[in-house]
């Protein structure tokens, strides 16, 4: 079955970077568009960016536009998320997900197929 | 934006029970809607996608209906592992997820 493993993640200060790494397995990497979504304590799911199977498109929700940056490596079947400029509110658990797309009665739908377990990231002084 | 609201934001029910969870978007997302469940502690879990197509895998008490605005999530017959938060998501535009809906032991 799939696999997917999130590193990385830990303390660090406001205004602080820190690298996640999401190790993938059992897929076919480089076929696959991959996101991260994050969960604060306590609180709901929230889509963070995307990335296409080649690395030609990615996207970034709001909150963390022109801060975070993704990308992949496909020769290590590796995604990654640099964060800068590190705020209190992006403390929470980071996931790495594998998207699938499926036609479903003449239109593409999109959704997260499979979950990494998550690494935590903590912004605090 | 499109804004995701789930109804209610929790429920107490009891084994056996049918229960329904409820998702509205705040503009027609056709049948862009996936639903997923979550343990404490764990990563969420897909169960739903196109808003009726069951995952591979997830028993059969799960369904889903909706098309536009308005979609629910059903369990036909709540068993002791489905005790659990329930999230929809859309993925018409960026993808966003409803805030969840919290299934506890009446």
């Known amino acids: 079955e799939v696999q997917l493993l999130e590193s990385g993640g830990g303390l660090v200060q406001p205004g602080g970077s820190l690298r996640l790494s999401c190790a993938a397995s059992?897929?076919?990497?480089?076929?696959?568009?991959m996101s991260w979504v994050r969960q604060a304590p306590g609180k709901g799911l929230e889509w963070v960016s995307d990335?296409?199977?080649?690395?030609?498109?990615?996207y970034y929700a709001d909150s963390v536009k022109g801060r975070f940056t993704i990308s992949r490596d496909n020769s290590k079947n590796t995604l990654y998320l640099q964060m800068k400029s590190l705020r209190a509110e992006d403390t929470a658990v980071y996931y790495c997900?594998?998207?699938?797309?499926?036609?479903?009665?003449?239109?593409?739908?999109?959704?997260?197929?499979?979950w990494g377990q998550g690494t935590l990231v903590t912004v605090s002084s | 934006d499109i804004q995701m609201t789930q109804s209610p934001s929790s429920l107490s029910a009891s084994v056996g029970d049918r229960v329904t969870i409820t998702c509205r978007a705040s503009?027609?997302?056709?049948?862009?809607l996936n639903w997923y469940q979550q343990k404490p502690g764990k990563a969420p879990k897909l169960l739903i996608y196109?808003?009726?197509s069951l995952q591979s895998g997830v028993p059969s008490r799960f369904s889903g209906s909706g098309s536009g605005t308005d979609f629910t999530l059903t369990i036909s017959s709540l068993q002791p592992e489905d005790f659990a938060t329930y999230y929809c998501?859309?993925?018409?535009?960026?993808?966003?997820f409803g805030g969840g809906t919290k299934v506890e032991i009446k």
């Open positions: 997900a594998k998207e699938e797309a499926t036609m479903v009665r003449g239109v593409i739908i999109y959704y997260f197929e499979y």
């Open positions: 196109a808003a009726s």
């Open positions: 990335i296409s199977g080649s690395s030609g498109n990615t």
């Open positions: 998501q859309q993925s018409h535009s960026s993808p966003l």
């Open positions: 059992r897929f076919t990497f480089s076929s696959y568009a």
């Open positions: 503009q027609t997302i056709s049948t862009y």
